[in-house]
């Protein structure tokens, strides 16, 4: 066993890195990378901050790792290994981007579906190949895939294998973004840019409300509404945003 980390985390002010650091096989997604992602997780969930999830070299993720795979039997896939990970990256408090040049495949791909926002570059490829393998892709795409690109798309995509292009990805708006792969992380970084001058309690509850389910609206609307109509920052910059209509109307 190698003793090179599987993840590299770079921590920053008000975001994180996530580096997929099995380059030599892809960044296929083992155990260790697994119990790596949930430590991080851990720390996101403590401190929440945006995260962005990029792999080394020219592959996101190839997938799950097919050796550990074939060894797998019924008790593993009733672990939910992959499917939990997975999910608990999607209910991260803050939003997640998904950098994604070459090969996002399997579970690669499935850790792609489950970011908030997937930005790829003209190599990206993006597709679930488990029947292929006698397996299928349960690990989200199962259902996240539909709600992202609609139930004949997913279909062809997990039933019959198609694996879509990054200009077709960002025709059906799974990929936000195609950029060129030196330009990638850099892109990214725009991303969270963006996402960092709103208010975090405003982000962090808009993207809890935003995934709960369709019976808990209206009420889990009003209450996140309640929560941020009583704090400071909403009224600091409400009333900054009035201040600057008011110069700039004045100068009229």
């Known amino acids: 066993m190698s003793g090179k980390p599987s993840l590299l985390v770079e921590e920053g002010e008000n975001r994180v890195v996530w580096r997929l650091n099995r380059p030599d096989v892809r960044n296929a997604i083992d155990r260790s990378m697994v119990d790596a992602l949930h430590e991080a997780c851990a720390a996101a969930e403590a401190e929440p901050k945006i995260v962005l999830i990029v792999g080394e070299g020219a592959t996101f993720a190839a997938g799950a790792d097919i050796a550990q795979l074939r060894e797998r039997g019924r008790d593993d896939a009733l672990r939910g290994i992959n499917s939990k990970i997975f999910d608990r990256i999607h209910k991260l408090p803050m939003p997640t981007i998904g950098l994604l040049d070459g090969y996002a495949l399997g579970g690669g791909a499935e850790l792609a579906y489950a970011c908030d926002f997937r930005i790829g570059t003209p190599r990206t490829r993006l597709g679930n190949p488990e029947t292929g393998l006698g397996i299928l892709a349960a690990a989200g795409a199962a259902w996240r895939l539909a709600e992202l690109v609609g139930e004949p798309l997913a279909k062809e995509i997990l039933l019959a294998g198609r694996v879509l292009t990054a200009e077709e990805a960002l025709s059906v708006h799974l990929l936000n973004e195609v950029v060129q792969p030196g330009d990638l992380l850099a892109t990214g970084h725009l991303l969270a840019d963006r996402i960092a001058a709103q208010a975090p309690l405003a982000t962090r ?46 100068h009229r």
């Open 205 to 250: 509850l808009m993207k809890a409300v935003f995934h709960a389910p369709r019976d808990a609206h209206p009420f889990v609307d009003d209450v996140a509404q309640a929560v941020l109509f009583e704090t400071e920052e909403k009224h600091a910059r409400m009333t900054a945003f009035l201040d600057r209509r008011n110069r700039k109307e004045g």
